[in-house]
């Protein structure tokens, strides 16, 4: 018998950072860097860096409802990333860095706004988390993919997204893979 899987697809700044976090969490049997929301077909690494084409840097999440809930996946995704900053995440600037999701459907629009709102006392600043109807997704070149686990002692891996997988893991234990 095949399980029912959802997709998610989630911008929150660099998609390293939220590949690292989601390849931690229960549920979660893929996970892919990519590109969305942009005007350009097939854009690349180097393109989308640019801010040029549109794109945001997201994941794109496959999930077992069963086992984690889009509701869980989003609570994840407020707290991997500050959802506060317009087109910024930390030292990353641009569109490319925006916080989006692209909801699958009319459920998990309504869900990610519930989200929105529960999580709106959490932050000091008003949550500015674009939620937007699917777009097409690209997938990123395989150099972007696993990127903190095949690259742990870079200083961006080590001092950015080690940090936020370790949050993770103390925030949401019950969420963690063994």
Not at 23 to 39: D, F, K, S
Not at 60 to 76: C, G, K, M, Q, T
Not at 163 to 176: G, T
Request: proline share 5%; with cysteine; glycine share 8%.
């Amino acid at each position: 018998m095949s399980e029912q899987m959802e997709v998610a697809l989630l911008g929150g700044g660099c998609f390293w950072c939220l590949d690292a976090v989601y390849r931690q969490v229960r549920g979660v049997t893929a996970v892919a860097c990519g590109y969305a929301g942009g005007h350009l077909p097939q854009p690349t690494h180097e393109q989308v860096a640019t801010g040029g084409t549109g794109h945001a840097q997201v994941v794109r999440l496959a999930f077992n409802p069963a086992i984690v809930s889009y509701h869980d996946v989003l609570e994840v995704f407020f707290t991997s990333h500050d959802p506060t900053t317009v087109n910024r995440q930390g030292n990353d600037v641009g569109t490319q860095y925006r916080s989006v999701i692209f909801a699958q459907s009319a459920a998990q629009e309504a869900v990610a706004r519930q989200v929105i709102a529960e999580m709106a006392g959490v932050w000091d600043a008003p949550i500015v988390t674009e939620v937007l109807p699917a777009a097409p997704w690209y997938q990123a070149e395989d150099a972007q993919q696993d990127y903190v686990a095949r690259h742990p002692l870079l200083s961006y891996c080590a001092l950015v997204a080690a940090p936020k997988v370790d949050q993770f893991r103390a925030i949401y234990a019950s969420l963690a893979k063994n």
